[in-house]
């Protein structure tokens, strides 16, 4: 997952 | 940003403005469940603890901001300052049954075994049942007033909204979260009963009620 993850949401 | 996204947050944004100035206007908390504010003021603060650590944007850390504050102030509404009208007896829901599972859950489908990893993780699985306290007291009195129903249709299309825009973001971006994409698909069907009374009966000025 790492790179796909990213928390750019609320 | 696209307009799912946008439209998500306004719809959010709404719901807690809508509440508050229901609680506010009215001198009242009856009818919400302090419980599910309770795990909703839980959510952000676990969720939103990467504020010191990554930016993103203004509007982000904004909103995080807004979230964590309007929560708080929700929390002191009705434990607090209006606590007399608070309706205990009806809120009854036991939630130990969603913080124990949500817990264990966040501690083995994880994306990464780490401290704000697995408390991101949780305070989406926490997220996507939080609301059941609240729906459980307006099964539990059978009623609801409309503007505890016009919170909870704002509430829910939230998290709908949410849905569509990774769907969105998948065909545009080809990026996609599978936590959050599941667990706002439960978060929205958990909702799905609700929007039904609330399209038949609050939209034709009828009180939400549900058949005994």
């Known amino acids: 997952y790492p790179g796909i993850h990213v928390k750019d949401e609320l | 940003m696209n307009i799912f996204r946008l439209m998500a947050d306004l719809a959010h944004v709404l719901a807690i403005v809508i ?19 309770i795990l909703f003021a839980l959510v952000y603060f676990m ?5 010191m650590t990554s930016y993103v944007s203004f509007y982000n850390s904004t909103m995080k901001l807004l979230f964590l504050g309007t929560s708080g102030a929700t ?6 300052k209006f606590k007399p009208s608070y309706d205990h007896n009806h809120d009854s829901f036991r939630i130990a049954y969603l913080l124990v599972p949500c817990a ?3 501690l083995f489908l994880n994306h990464e075994f780490s401290v704000l990893e697995i408390l991101w993780t949780f305070s989406i699985y926490l997220e996507s049942v939080a609301i059941l306290p609240q729906l459980f007291m307006v099964a539990k009195t059978g009623e609801a007033e409309s503007i505890t129903s016009h919170y909870l249709f704002a509430l829910g299309s939230y998290r709908a909204l949410y849905v569509c825009n990774w769907v969105y973001r998948y065909i545009a971006e080809s990026h996609f979260d599978l936590i959050a994409i599941i667990a706002g698909l439960v978060q929205t069907i958990l ?20 058949p005994a």
């Open chain 2, 104 to 106: 264990l859950l966040s």
């Open chain 2, 47 to 51: 969720r939103y603890l990467d504020i």
């Open chain 2, 19 to 37: 509440l508050l100035h229901k609680i506010w206007k009215s001198r009242s908390c009856a009818g919400i469940s302090g419980k599910s504010q």
């Open chain 2, 191 to 210: 909702y799905c009963d609700f929007f039904y009374l609330y399209i038949t009966k609050v939209l034709q000025n009828r009180k939400l009620q549900l």
């Open chain 2, 75 to 80: 929390l002191n509404l009705i434990y607090r």
